[in-house]
């Protein structure tokens, strides 16, 4: 089994802005040296924007280092290629990896595989005895569309797998696991870890990195602060976020919290907040509705937590109007529909607003330009250069400190900026309900702090927030809920 | 390398040979325009021959109704030329309808059942295109010439040449005027900034409440009738009669230039020049030299190859040359 190091690497990112302004440069990486070493699990902790995901983009090939170089074993690289690092045993998990819809799993692995002939069988063979050691439950003839959210996640990781890496790098595995198969996941990275492979983690998670990797390094605007055996939690939170907003943000958001009991009457007229009547849904291929009621009262924050599979991303489609429920009603203070008319911009007029768990291609879209994202419900009827709709866009912008043209691409951005440039964009319609849907994927403590300033806020105004969430320890604190409502098999218990 | 020259500079000859490069751009213009607007819309219309084909059918048709002749006649004489104008208006009104028509159908089979738009307008297309040389050919031809033609449409609805002998006419100008307007349309108007939002971004913009299906039908059809405005112009500006086959792959040349100018209307004026010019000089060039047909359409098609291989390549030289200069 090979090391890897990566030697003073640098890597800068140049800007185009606007016609006229100056070429901006920003330093992604800053003269970073670091070891990765067979058999040891290593994580790479730091806040959205910190680093993390081009340090391991350019060890695995997608990005060319500005300068320093890469040594894999014996060999040294001034840059490799994605083919380079993949021969040399180097292979890539992404969080939500791009595969071909319309193919099987096995077709999808055994796309860019070496060799002349795809010889399905004998590839299924293996690809099965990579899940089997893996513990990975995964029908090879699916087609991939109809995976899941994990699914898909372990379908790339079999991909990688079977090219027999030295070196396995992940990204942010944890955030769309469910919390038993990560436990599951994590012990069998251990186990393969012990003979001999070696394992990037990338992750926002403080504590995951604290039980399950052998050593950490921390990063900050690109900066390495930290490399070393693992710390305790407290350490690591201190050096990623020394300003410690996270923890002063959450004691003001329970404190703008009052805590009272469920004051919202389903079923009487002027209902305020929203309220869900017997709503139901059959989609093809995933976890129906049956008979949904509930009700988010105004000004409060209510959760609904369900495990992946429990119907809680059907509930989002449904909610957002992406999806045709058979029955049911939804009722917010401007307008009652029924589930024949629940669609996008009926919703949208009755004031619901919504955060999909999708941001890039729901929420957004990467080839949009950003004042286009910003501007979806504001574009004047006519348009003229400067507009008011312009002046919104740069305001957010400048209030999100994102230092961006307007007509950059939406695909410049990263996840933690486009989530709140979702959430911005949102907000800004003063709507009477919110719904976020995982609204803490992918962000680290600081963004994920101020996500739950800007909600007790928007509560404090009036708005009904509802949150869809798959992880129990979402905002950390159970007491920034008023509410809390489990999901499980399509109903609520 | 005479035959060179003749290719490259041929179209600039003579008035002739450079008017009609520009009258051919003109109508080009019109149908590219057309080809852009559905692509901006996220949709892709093959049926680009059949909306000319019928559109100028329907145009030599109605201009040569007794009715509209008789207009003609009184506007020839001296008399009022109000008649005359109602019937150039009404077949202008006509021909926008029948392609608009023809593009509506795919789009509605779009929006509706989920059917591909690509196979839909083909197939309707394709299987209109005999029909309409059927008509030409048999019930609608003018039996006193020897041509598979329609009647020719009298002298007060042809368009004035600008640049005789050539057919160059007021129709590239607006043509031009055209691809401006839906340039400022897709950019200066909510309509037009979500209908390329839906294209781009189908799913987001069923998020944020567009109504994406209209957007379909509505790209669609307004793709349809700007090929039917340039199968009217047809008419009215450069063959005064409906003959057999005068679409003769305008639709698909549309396309093309649609394509190379990237769904920008704004950049179809250059673009559709530029694929008049090379259409004009290889016909020159076998004209004047023993160049065979088949070569230049080779000529042609590594040209093209290289214009819409450009872009890439210069964005590649120019990240080449960042670097040496950094070193």
């Known amino acids: ?493 | 390398m005479n035959a060179f020259a003749e290719f490259a500079l041929g179209p600039f000859s003579s008035l002739w040979h450079a008017g009609n490069l520009l009258d051919k751009a003109g109508l080009l213009m019109f149908a590219s325009t057309g080809a852009a607007f559905a692509l901006k819309s996220g949709t892709f219309n093959l049926g680009g021959e059949a909306q000319i084909y019928a559109s100028a059918l329907v145009t030599a048709m109605i201009l040569s109704t007794p009715s509209a002749v008789a207009a003609a006649e009184l506007a020839g004489s001296g008399g009022s030329a109000g008649p005359a104008l109602f019937f150039f208006a009404l077949a202008c009104a006509l021909a926008l309808a029948a392609g608009g028509l023809l593009g509506f159908i795919p789009g509605e089979l779009k929006a509706r059942f989920g059917a591909s738009e690509l196979l839909t307008s083909f197939l309707l297309s394709a299987a209109l295109l005999p029909v309409i040389d059927f008509l030409i050919a048999g019930p609608l031809r003018d039996e006193g010439k020897n041509l598979l033609a329609t009647p020719a449409i009298a002298d007060a609805f042809r368009m004035r040449s600008l640049l005789p002998p050539s057919l160059m006419n007021a129709s590239f100008f607006l043509a031009c005027g055209t691809a401006t307007v839906a340039a400022l349309f897709l950019s200066r108007t909510r309509a037009g900034y979500r209908l390329s939002v839906a294209g781009t971004a189908p799913e987001f913009a069923r998020f944020a409440g567009f109504p994406v299906k209209r957007i379909t039908v509505a790209g669609m059809t307004a793709s349809g009738a700007l090929h039917g405005l340039a199968g009217f112009f047809a008419i009215v500006g450069t063959w005064f009669m409906c003959h057999q086959g005068l679409s003769s792959g305008m639709g698909w040349s549309a396309l093309a230039i649609a394509l190379i100018a990237r769904h920008n209307p704004l950049a179809v004026i250059p673009a559709s020049l530029l694929y008049a010019w090379i259409e004009s000089a290889s016909d020159i060039a076998v004209l004047s030299s023993r160049v065979s047909f088949d070569s230049t359409a080779i000529v042609q098609g590594v040209i093209f190859l290289f214009i819409s291989a450009k872009l890439p390549i210069a964005g590649q030289l120019r990240a080449v040359l960042k670097k040496r200069r950094a070193r």
């Open chain 1, 1 to 493: 089994m090979k090391k890897a190091e990566l030697r003073h690497i640098r890597k800068i990112f140049e800007t185009r802005g606007d016609a006229g302004e100056e070429v901006r440069s920003v330093a992604a990486l800053d003269d970073v040296t670091l070891t990765f070493n067979p058999g040891e699990i290593h994580a790479i902790l730091g806040e959205n924007g910190a680093g993390k995901s081009t340090l391991v983009h350019i060890l695995s090939g997608l990005h060319r280092p500005t300068s320093g170089v890469i040594a894999i074993g014996d060999s040294v690289f001034n840059a490799v290629t994605p083919s380079q690092a993949i021969g040399n045993g180097i292979a890539m998990v992404h969080q939500r990896p791009l595969l071909c819809d319309e193919l099987t799993v096995t077709e999808n692995i055994l796309l860019g595989s070496p060799g002349f002939l795809a010889r399905k069988p004998k590839a299924a063979e293996k690809i099965r005895a990579a899940a089997d050691a893996w513990g990975i439950e995964l029908d090879l003839s699916r087609k991939t569309h109809t995976l899941s959210a994990a699914e898909r996640f372990y379908a790339a990781l079999l991909g990688a797998l079977l090219r027999s890496p030295d070196l396995l790098i992940l990204d942010e595995p944890a955030s769309i696991l469910a919390a038993g198969e990560h436990e599951r996941f994590f012990t069998a990275l251990r186990a393969h870890c012990s003979n001999g492979l070696g394992a990037v983690l990338i992750t926002h998670r403080v504590a995951e990195a604290v039980r399950w990797s052998d050593r950490v390094s921390v990063l900050r605007e690109g900066k390495l602060l930290y490399s070393g055996a693992a710390k305790t939690l407290d350490e690591l939170e201190r050096m990623i976020d020394p300003e410690g907003l996270a923890s002063r943000t959450a004691r003001l958001a329970l404190a703008s919290d009052q805590k009272e009991g469920q004051a919202c009457k389903i079923g009487t007229d002027g209902t305020a907040g929203l309220s869900v009547r017997d709503l139901s849904a059959s989609p093809p291929n995933r976890t129906p509705l049956s008979g949904l009621t509930f009700c988010a009262p105004p000004g409060k924050i209510t959760a609904i937590y369900g495990l992946p599979g429990s119907g809680l991303s059907t509930l989002e489609d449904a909610l957002s109007g992406m999806l045709r429920c058979t029955s049911g009603s939804l009722a917010t203070s401007a307008a009652v529909l029924e589930a024949s008319e629940v669609a996008p911009s009926a919703l949208r007029k009755a004031g619901l607003a919504c955060v999909p768990s999708n941001r890039t291609w729901r929420g957004s879209n990467p080839e949009l330009a950003i004042g286009h994202m910003l501007c979806a419900y504001r574009m004047p009827r006519f348009i003229s250069s400067k507009n008011e709709a312009e002046v919104f866009a740069k305001k957010i912008l400048e209030d999100e400190r994102i230092n961006a043209p307007l007509s950059r691409k939406t695909s410049t951005l990263s996840g933690g900026q486009l989530q709140r440039l979702v959430l911005d964009r949102e907000l800004a319609e003063k709507p009477s309900v919110l719904v976020l849907s995982e609204p803490e994927w992918g962000l680290d403590i600081k963004s994920a702090a101020a996500l739950r300033l800007k909600l007790a806020q928007a509560a404090q105004e009036g708005t009904a927030v509802l949150v869809l969430t798959d992880n129990p320890d979402s905002f950390r604190d159970p007491s920034f809920f008023s509410n809390v409502l489990v999901m499980e098999e399509g109903v609520l218990i």
